[in-house]
């Protein structure tokens, strides 16, 4: 869960890898760093913070001039977030560095046998370790570098995307992945290594995607060559043109990405269902499901793994395909499911839903479903990930980079995609009627011009938010298909402005939560038309009469929940099925507006990270 960067090439190497980090701090910021080499010296300087704050330390410490640089953002796992367990990290002689994405679980014991050989640690990482591996086999076994990282590889157990430069052979860097994601984009008398492809979009669309155990030789004025790092076999490397674009990764006037990408949502869910819903014809064309309907037709159950927000969305699916395919769904944490030997048989299918893709419980749990001889379908938004990689078949969100740590079009475009895939088997399996399914396609395709809509509550929930920014609890509650939502509510605010909210299934409070009811407690309860309104509007009386705040997420011209609710906010009405894709809309505003109103840092909130790929 960190960004690393690197640059060997002819232009200024110092600018490249620090707007490069810039564009990957979602992916870790509580320290950052970098390596220049200026042709003669190489030099680090890393600090504990920001990329703005390495920028000052670099400013007061080092020259900028030359055209090799390898820098990183980290989400610490291994010692706590300080100016020396900042990467990159020297090896003991200083010729080494390196700069690392991952764990090497085995450190200790690699840590152990080079100290007995002479070796010194500055740092508590197992970074350190990994370098200092690399230049002891260098000079053990008196190999080049790139052997060298293979064979000191071959002795870790873990996961790593790593950067590692030797100064004694300054026209070179090797780059090597095993779990963690690594691009190499491909210039002319030029090289990028990222861990995404944002850093280098500006200078060029051509990118090598590497695999797991793929190690990279990236030498100036060659190709890149590419070895497997078990058995030493050579790989043709596979250059890609990307198909990303420089605006869809900048802010484009919002003050944050969380807020541009809740507005994006109209034309994400659209692009979405973009081509695999026909209304006309009464079609939805995947291809991933058609070309494997019959292992989902005679599924005897869909089980779903995924976490945090992808978790939310598979539970909303699971009403839609029990209720719509009459298929059994069990939705699973990924971290759990992996972990208590589940009963999985080759009649599952497994759903893995991941807005990265990177997610490492969630990549695990695929590949026990497949160890097991389960049929594995991803849901994933970004392109070539590894999860879209390690699963048999899949569809793609389409919802376009999400840079935001909390989640928001990631949630939507997943639901819409799941959506499609149990209308789809609905329509196949006979379960709903040609009218039915008619009927949710042209509402789905409603669906974008009603997310605008209710964004249009915006400034009222800004004024909700004002209300409620002190509040120490907050309680979500909802039924039914809104139940999930109440859930992905509950985590916004809680991820982004620190307080504490919990959700609940509307009538499960009387078990229990009911009893934290009182005149400071503000309840935010979902409260559409359709789906349980009576016995929702029963709990509203409940809290009322507790004296809880309440704020109703309401369908549009509703009258009833407006007697008795504190604040109502509108969506528009739609089916039951699809309206999780319009309530949770004022919910992520208003986390949005309370996180902002406190001084949160929205985008990058504390102890966080954007794809977590360490356990
Ligand atoms: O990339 P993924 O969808 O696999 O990520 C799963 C969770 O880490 C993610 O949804 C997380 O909970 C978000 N911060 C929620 O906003």
Redesign the pocket.
Known sequence: MCGIVGYIGYREAYPIVINGLKRLEYRGYDSAGIALFDGEHLKVAKTKGKVVDLEDKVKRELTTDGHIALGHTRWATHGVPNDVNSHPHYSNSENLVIIHNGIIENYESLKKALKERGYTFKSDTDTEVLVNLIEDVMSKENLKLGKAVQVALNQVIGAYAIAVFDKNKPDEIIAARLGSPLAIGVGKDEFFIASDASPFLEFTKNAIYLEDEELAIIRLGRDVKIRKIKDDSMVDPYVQALQLNLEQIEKGGYEHFMLKEIYEQPSAILDTFRGRLLSNEAIIKMSGVEDNMKKFLNAERIIIV??????HAGLVSEYIFEDLARIPVEVEYASEFRYRNPVITEKDIVIA???????AD?LAAIKLAKSKGAFVFGVC?VVGSS?ARETHAGAYTHAGPEIG????K?FTTQITVLSLIALRLARAKGTISSSDFRHHLIELELIPDKVKKALESDSYVKTVADIYKTAKNCLYLGRGYNFPVALEGA??LK?ISYIHAEGYPAAEMKHGPIALIDEQMPVIVIATKKGHYEKVVSNIQEIKSRKGKIIGVVTEGDTQVKDLADHVIEVPETLEALSPLLTTIPLQLLSYHIAVMLGKNVDQPRN?A???TVE
């Open positions: 995924a976490c945090g927000t992808s978790w839903i991941s807005q990265s893709g990177e997610t969630t938004n999860i740590v909390a989640s928001t990631a985590l916004k991820e966080l954007k794809s977590v």
